[in-house]
């Protein structure tokens, strides 16, 4: 199906990163069955790889729009036996996207401040949820992407929307989240969410100045609450930006102990050196009672200079050790090459484990000797393997797959999509966990090029099919 659409910024000479080369928006629908595949696909796999993102419908205005306020689009490829089955991509049928293409919008409960969800997609209690942040309502999926209902979880969620990212406690089943609302500047939320995809569980935790929280991490005691220096920012949200956020080191930084079975009174703070932290990778308890999260670590963000253009920053990635008893955090950089959307194998989520991988940020090389690729971080040993897309290829989130259930840490493959600007083209790439330098595993190209987005996860068929 094609769509009239052309994200390019068309308002006077103001230039907006987010809607041109890599970041532009595409025009069409596809479902392309029988993919080609260079090298040899798993045969272990059976299930979808789905990536969401922004993908704005309608030329939005280029000096107010920020790229995490695009229409949500989700590309999915299906893989079983061997075959790339097919790949299809499909808007999320908000109210906007709806009357841009002349359809009847999904049916269920919006946020007042508005319906895109773009941010997340995963699959829980045998559905497929897209997932955004800041009051935001899941949108349940089918295996085809077709947009079947916003949904507060079948009445369950009490006090506002979800997050873009729960996580899975793989000894219970259940999700934990951190949920903020764009609305409200007085509190936050802890979210349980069973494993049949009802709420068990919403606590409001106190908090001032309106945080951004992006994401959480748990371990086997706690949920750690990121109370970071960006918040909500009146001055911003009176000049129409699309993202009303700004840094403010003013709030200070803080991370909250929040134990699993507590309430807001038993939360233990812990002061951190003003940064911010979009993704942490994984977090797990010490025998002392410490507190060790890993995370991609920016020295500031949304310096606003009056547009939407990115805030300067210094990304690292570091290991943040929590200490109940000074309640301090002590950082130690594990690298200091920029590199974002770290991931583990999640069978591990909340307990001590060893590989982290993580992509650069670099679109492209500055240096010599630079890599726009993977990177597969050892932690015990410090040792870090690097795969190199080359010049001009920029790879967007790479997720971890297990070979089998009772596959050990690390065997399995990375999953994720790379962006060839020199040929304006996407590639779904698999490289082995264990030897992520390697050729890779396998390559399908994909019928259109897919702009960079945000995150994406293997949805197993059995999960839901």
């Known amino acids: 199906m094609a769509l009239s659409t052309d994200a390019t910024d068309t308002q006077g000479d103001h230039e907006n990163p987010y809607l041109q080369g890599p970041y532009a928006a595409i025009r069409d629908e596809l479902i392309v069955e029988g993919l080609p595949v260079r090298g040899a696909l798993p045969i272990e796999l059976d299930g979808t790889y789905m990536r969401i993102g922004p993908n704005p419908i309608i030329p939005p205005d280029g000096k107010t729009h920020h790229w995490f306020a695009g229409d949500g689009m989700i590309h999915a490829v299906r893989i079983k036996d061997g ?18 293409l002349g359809e009847t919008p999904a049916p269920g409960p919006r946020y007042e401040r508005g319906d895109t969800v773009n941010t997340n997609v995963i699959s829980h209690g045998g559905k497929i949820l897209a997932l955004v942040e800041a009051g935001g309502f899941p949108v349940e999926i089918d295996s085809l992407l077709g947009t079947t209902a916003y949904t507060n979880l079948d009445g369950s969620l009490q006090f506002g ?53 992006h994401d959480c991490a748990i371990t086997a005691r706690y949920v750690l609450i990121l109370d970071l220096p960006i918040t909500f920012s009146i001055d911003a949200a009176r000049a129409g930006m699309s993202m009303p956020y700004a840094w403010n080191p003013e709030h200070g930084a803080r991370i909250g102990l929040l134990p699993r079975d507590g309430g807001p009174d038993d939360i233990i703070w812990c002061t951190v050196e003003p940064a911010y932290v979009f993704h942490p990778c994984n977090a797990y308890d010490l025998p002392d009672g410490r507190v060790v999260m890993d995370v991609s670590v920016h020295d500031r963000l949304f310096v606003t200079d009056g547009t939407e253009r990115p805030g300067s920053s210094v990304v690292t990635f570091e290991r943040w050790t929590c200490d109940p008893q000074t309640r301090l955090v002590e950082r130690r950089v594990i690298d200091s090459v920029a590199q974002e959307f770290p991931r583990c194998d999640e069978r591990l989520t909340g307990q001590p484990y060893r590989y982290a991988y993580t992509v650069t940020l670099d679109e492209g090389r500055s240096q010599p000797g630079d890599v726009a690729g993977v990177f597969a971080h050892d932690l015990h040993t410090g040792e870090r393997k690097a795969h190199d897309f080359g010049e001009g290829r920029i790879p967007g989130e790479f997720v971890f797959v297990p070979r089998s259930a009772g596959a050990a840490e ?40 897919v702009p960079l987005g945000f995150h994406g996860n293997w949805i197993a068929a059995d999960t839901i099919y």
């Open 83 to 100: 075959k790339a089955l097919w790949y299809r991509n499909r808007y999320i049928r908000s109210n906007r996207v709806a009357a841009a």
């Open 410 to 449: 690390n065997d399995g493959w990375l999953m994720g999509y790379v962006l060839d600007v020199t040929r304006d083209s996407t590639d779904l790439v698999l490289l082995d966990a264990r030897d992520v330098s390697a050729a890779p595993v396998a390559i399908v190209p994909l019928p259109q090029l």
């Open 161 to 213: 929307g979800f997050t873009a990212h729960p996580h899975l406690d793989p000894a219970t089943g259940e999700l934990h989240a951190i949920c903020y609302n764009g609305g409200n500047r007085e509190f936050v939320r802890y979210v349980v969410v069973g494993t049949d995809a009802r709420v068990r569980k919403e606590i409001k935790v106190p908090v001032p100045d309106g945080p951004m929280i």
